[in-house]
């Protein structure tokens, strides 16, 4: 397996009123062939930024990605012009977005819509391209899929329409999946139906994934490795198990203590104290520290790199310097 998406020191910001708010402040992470790899933190970190960067759907004005690289198969997707750009998107790389019915076009029905995404990416006449949709659907395991495919977005359920945008973005059987709060909005027992279509479609495709969410349930379940973002930068990343079982960021730390345990009694959760900074006034130094219960000398001074705690567990912060940084 080599790796097919690689992104270093990305940077995206938006300017607004006279301010530059950085959304993205840096990021780095690779993701394997056939492997999910999680990107989880607080509404607001730079997860769905992170997203939209990569496929080069930034809003401009007011963003505009300043700096970095974004490797996709060797290419670096900054460097393509928008054709080139186009022709990915779809095809090699899709996404699911947090909210279906904002995605599919209401005035279309469901087939129409997705029949033009494999006819434009698979040259496929209409006639199969409508045969590949009822296919696609069935795999899903939507009922009376032929049905479902003259139906508009509004008719569906909110589970259903989830369903269709899965069966969409893989119809081209992309190399990359991102997932963007594949299950938000959605009852439990739809989550986790969603959750296992998304894997049965991922080891049937042999698809990988990049899957943004805010529940660590769902990072537990899915995931083979995990970063953890903080004000626009990734503070730790490690292999799913090992980051659950010793977690190293104080940030993460303190996120896993505020979830509730059915084996501890508690009458309170735990909590960590402040709050997360203003992205157009970032605080110097690691950007956690006003908040940390650890602190010392360096963490106002200067932004610590991420520091290699275990072989593949990466942690930003100073507890950990006296080990190796990762180059």
Same mark, same amino acid.
């Given at each position: 397996m080599g790796t097919l998406l690689r992104i270093k020191n990305l940077k995206t910001h938006f300017f607004s009123a006279g301010r530059v708010i950085r959304a993205l402040d840096g990021v780095s992470f690779q993701i394997e062939e056939g492997e999910v790899f999680g990107l989880v933190g607080e509404t607001g970190c730079g997860k769905s930024v992170t997203a939209l960067s990569i496929l080069r759907l930034i809003p401009f004005p007011p963003g505009k990605i300043i700096g970095g690289e974004i490797h996709f198969k060797g290419k670096d997707l900054l460097h393509?012009?928008?054709d080139e750009m186009r022709s990915i998107r779809g095809k090699e790389i899709s996404m699911i977005f947090q909210e279906p019915m904002t995605s599919l076009n209401p005035v279309f029905r469901i087939g129409d819509q997705m029949v033009e995404v494999i006819v434009l990416h698979q040259r496929l006449d209409r006639s199969r391209a409508s045969r590949k949709v009822l296919e696609m659907l069935q795999r899903v395991h939507i009922p009376d899929a032929d049905r479902v495919m003259n139906q508009y977005p509004h008719q569906l359920s909110g589970g259903m329409r989830q369903r269709v945008m899965i069966a969409m973005e893989l119809s081209c059987h992309p190399l990359l999946l991102i997932a963007d709060e594949p299950t938000t909005? /959605?009852?439990v027992t739809i989550q986790a139906q969603i959750l296992r279509i998304i894997k049965e479609m991922k080891n049937e495709l042999q698809t990988s994934i990049l899957l943004i969410t805010h529940d660590l349930g769902?990072?537990?379940e899915m995931c083979d490795r995990v970063a953890v973002m903080y004000a626009g930068s990734i503070v730790e990343e490690a292999g799913v198990e090992e980051?659950?079982?010793s977690p190293g960021h104080p940030y993460t730390q303190g996120l896993w203590g505020a979830i509730p345990r059915v084996d501890q009694?508690?009458?309170? /959760?735990s909590v960590i104290p402040g709050m997360v900074p203003d992205l157009s006034q970032l605080p110097p130094?690691?950007?956690f520290h006003p908040r940390c219960p650890y602190r010392f000398a360096p963490c106002d001074q200067s932004t610590p790199p991420l520091f290699q705690i275990s072989p593949g567990h990466l942690?930003?912060?100073?507890?950990y310097s006296k080990g190796e940084t990762d180059g």
């Open positions: 393509l012009d928008e909005a /959605l009852d769902v990072i537990a980051i659950f079982e009694e508690r009458e309170t /959760l130094g690691c950007k942690a930003s912060c100073y507890l």
